[in-house]
């Protein structure tokens, strides 16, 4: 099961979904927003994607796990728009017969989905400024007087 | 041929729309779209090398031929998670 | 947070217990009651704990886990008594900065407890055998006409 | 002076008994008790090897000794999780 959103992610239901007598082993990921990196302090981060080829590439990453692991369910939710502090931006839940294969799964989808997932956050720091990350770039901070647009 | 290519993330913003027009050859290869797009918005230079593109829902490769119906995307690193 | 308990556990409670603003990261892990080992039937495990220890050696996990990774929550509640198919025996959550790390300590945890934690589970066969697991030492299913006591 | 060993699982049902009273000697170390516990209860045998002691909450090594309050406790390899 693999979606995007803009509402608070249920990861309960979430995990339920994943859960099968089949299985002995449940993962379950979460992606929450931190409050400081690299010795700054963020107060929002704002969460943007092309959602058609996210959710193309949230499937391709579940039909990859099912090949490499005797994977019996995935889900995986990943939120959009504007999330506070302490909010879950992605949330990633597998099941397996053993525990070796489900972290091994788990991680995997996650450190793919984070090179692979066309998603993007922009940190809103709390000087005002703003910063889209874009990893191996060249940080761009636009200081506040200069921020080139709104982020719908 | 006129190839609508959308844009996002720090890409739209420094190029301050959704969607560039870049006008391009039949056959013409990612590469060759690339070069367009930097020549005609010399704005997104600070991300220029490290642009994917997308064809459809799929990463494209520098070598890969457009026509007049490929759906082109265009964007930064991605960071979600 | 380290617990023994009877009744099903809230994995949920648990989870949100370990969230914080200084984590980007979140790991829960669901050990489930699976119906299939070895190609024999699993009706029901009982799970038998000496609990004085296990309290003791999983607040020596979280203890280590804080000694090894950055981190913030970990919490681990260990389920006793007549488990059902499908029902979590064991729900461990931790929480860091870094999703690699929280990776890294849930898994050690986890497969660390395993070791070290004295909880035992007797497997209930659908053919009414009964088979303490203890890694390691020969199987010895007690047939049901040979059932040496009522586990409790 | 006279132990009392609590047992566990497999070691509990094998031997019959939740609590099993062992002779030593003050200063018997966990490997006398082992010889000692088998010798009493030699339908130890199918888990003997593999049995594992604890003093206290604590795992205890063979050379470990005891005394009159060791609070000892033995079983076969765990399986929680």
Known sequence: MISLTHEEIDYH???ESVRSDSCGAVLLFLGTVREMTGGRRTVALDYDAFPEMARAKMQELEDEARRRWPVHEVAIVHRLGRLE?????????????????C?????????????????WKKEN????AT???HPGVEAGTAPPAAEPGTDS | MKLPVRLYARARDLAGADTVQIELEEGATIAMLRSALMEQCPQLQPVGSS?????????????QPLNAESQVTCFPP????
Chains 1, 3 share one sequence.
């Open chain 2, 78 to 81: 991605v960071s979600g998670g």
């Open chain 1, 103 to 119: 972290y091994e799964a788990g991680r995997w989808l996650i450190d793919t989905l984070k090179i692979t997932v066309p998603v």
């Open chain 1, 125 to 128: 720091w709390d000087d005002g």
């Open chain 1, 131 to 133: 910063e889209w990350v």
């Open chain 2, 51 to 63: 642009l994917l593109f997308a064809v459809g829902t799929d990463y494209a490769a520098e070598t």
């Open chain 1, 13 to 15: 239901g979430l995990t």
């Open chain 1, 85 to 101: 502090l302490g909010d879950i931006s992605v949330a990633l839940a597998v099941s397996c017969p053993h525990r070796a294969e």
